[in-house]
Structure formats: structure tokens, C-alpha cells
């Protein structure tokens, strides 16, 4: 199962760092174990700053900001099958929005990914509203 977290909220820069900082976190606290594979979906494009970039264990996918359950769905599900075909133990999902946060979570638990995606981690970087 490739354990799979979602990064909601903010700009695509913020998210992108969010994922950095838990790379660096995992790598840190991993330091005798060989690197995992991790698979990075990255929805919007950031300032034109990368913080991540392509290496040995780390691929990163950048796909344009739409809503990925409704106008990009079949983006999101070609990007996504290609991942996983590159087997990875980890896969972080940046999307821009919460809104249909729901629906996000039926398809990544839909039949056709329950077997191979265990959604470990949900970050909303969103404020909480009261």
C-alpha cells in the first residue's frame, strides 16, 4: 500500500514547502534506513521558486490548478496511475482546495485505487473557521 497524504489550502508555494518540511522530517528521523520512494502530485504552479525537484527517490509531477473530482478528474487519474505504476512507498497530493475535500477522499478509496492507496494524513493549511 503506498501511503498517500493530501496538502490542502493556500498557495501552491506553501503546500510545496509543507511537503518539503515532511520530507526533511521523515528523512531525519529515517536516518539508518534507505530513502523511501516518494511520489509528489503538485496542483497550481508555485511563484516560480521549485523547492522540489526530481532525484533518485523523489518524483515530482506539476499539473495546472483546476478542481481535480471535477474539471481535471481525468488529469488527476492519468498522473495519478502513472505514479503508482513507478511503485512508490509514499505519495503526497497538493491540491488548492478543501471544497471538495469528500469527494477527493471517495476517489482515492474508490475500488479501483482501495487496494493501492492507503490515505494516511490529511494537512489543510486553510485557516479554521468559527
Known amino acids: 500500500m503506498i501511503q498517500t497524504t493530501l496538502v490542502l489550502g493556500k498557495s501552491a508555494l506553501d503546500r510545496e514547502q509543507t511537503i518539503a518540511s515532511e520530507l526533511a522530517n521523515t528523512v531525519a528521523a529515517n536516518v539508518c534506513q534507505p530513502p523511501q520512494k516518494t511520489a509528489i502530485l503538485l496542483e497550481g504552479l508555485g511563484s516560480g521558486k521549485m523547492l522540489l525537484e526530481e532525484k533518485d527517490n523523489l518524483i515530482v509531477v506539476r499539473i495546472a490548478a483546476g478542481c481535480l473530482c471535477c474539471s481535471n478528474n481525468m488529469i488527476m487519474r492519468i498522473y495519478l496511475n502513472r505514479l503508482i505504476q513507478q511503485k ?43
Open 88 to 130: 512508490p512507498q509514499r505519495l503526497y497530493l497538493s491540491l488548492s482546495t478543501d471544497t471538495h475535500l469528500e469527494q477527493i477522499k471517495q476517489f482515492l478509496t474508490a475500488p479501483s485505487y482501495e487496494n493501492i492507496l492507503e490515505l494516511t494524513k490529511v494537512l489543510n493549511l486553510n485557516p479554521i473557521m468559527t
